[in-house]
């Protein structure tokens, strides 16, 4: 299990099967506001992961380090963390529901 951001998404484009990326084609950004910034860009089973911010994104997620390790742990509902504001997301919702893909 990851103990930093930077770890996991380090680990991020070895840890996703790429059966689970099938069909998805998207540019995700994460703001991982008190440790940096990475974005992923799907392409139908190919994952490129990147530290820094992505062109165009369709979906930015915002969260502290904290609450982002402890949804990818599963010790934290991201549902639950976006109704009490301690995750953001801007853009297209869709594509942050498929993150469960991404995370686990």
Do not use: C, H, Y
Not at 60 to 69: C, K, M
Request: hydrophobic fraction near 45%; aromatic fraction near 6%; charged fraction near 25%.
């Amino acid at each position: 299990m990851a103990e930093t951001a930077k770890e996991f998404f380090d680990g991020l484009a070895d840890g996703v099967e790429p059966d689970k990326l099938k069909g998805i084609n998207a540019t995700f950004q994460w703001d991982i506001t008190d440790a940096g910034k990475w974005n992923a860009i799907i392409n139908d089973g190919d994952i490129t992961v990147s530290e820094g911010e992505a062109e165009s994104p369709g979906v930015t997620i915002s969260v502290d380090e904290e609450n982002w390790l402890a949804i990818v742990d599963g010790s934290l509902n991201a549902q639950m963390a976006f109704l009490t504001g301690k995750l953001k997301i801007a853009g297209d919702m869709t594509l942050a529901m498929k993150l469960q893909s991404l995370t686990g």
